[in-house]
């Protein structure tokens, strides 16, 4: 079974560029790039992890989150940003039992976008 991933940035040329790297790299993707709709279609099981930006229009990635986390306790998350260490503070604050490799400064390459997924989701390459 392929692991689901999910991409929500509210750069259509960033979801693109890594859907094509990940689905490549056989992950089943799907990307999103206004981040309130994913509230309205997000269910309990859909993903297996997904990537969030933190800077967006309407709501930011670290509150998308916490949405998706009361309805889905489960869900694995890594957060996409451009900007520096300062978010890092936060990020620590604010979810202090996520790793520190969850969170991911852009720009990122797919072979390194990949290899973290992998090894998050214990996916063993054969």
Request: net charge negative.
């Amino acid at each position: 079974m392929q692991a689901r991933i999910l991409i929500v940035d509210d750069e259509e040329d960033i979801t693109s560029i890594l859907k094509a790297g990940l689905e490549q790299a056989g992950f089943e993707v799907r990307t999103e790039n206004e981040p309130l709709q994913v509230l309205k279609d997000f269910k309990p099981g859909m993903y297996d992890m997904v990537l969030l930006d933190v800077r967006m229009p309407d709501i930011d990635g670290f509150t998308l989150y916490e949405k998706m986390r009361e309805i889905d306790r489960r869900i694995r998350v890594c957060f996409l940003t451009a900007f520096d260490v300062a978010y890092l503070d936060l990020f620590k604050e604010k979810f202090p039992f996520l790793p520190d490799k969850c969170y991911i400064k852009k720009p990122v390459t797919v072979r390194n976008l990949v290899q973290m997924i992998k090894a998050e989701l214990n996916i063993v390459a054969f």
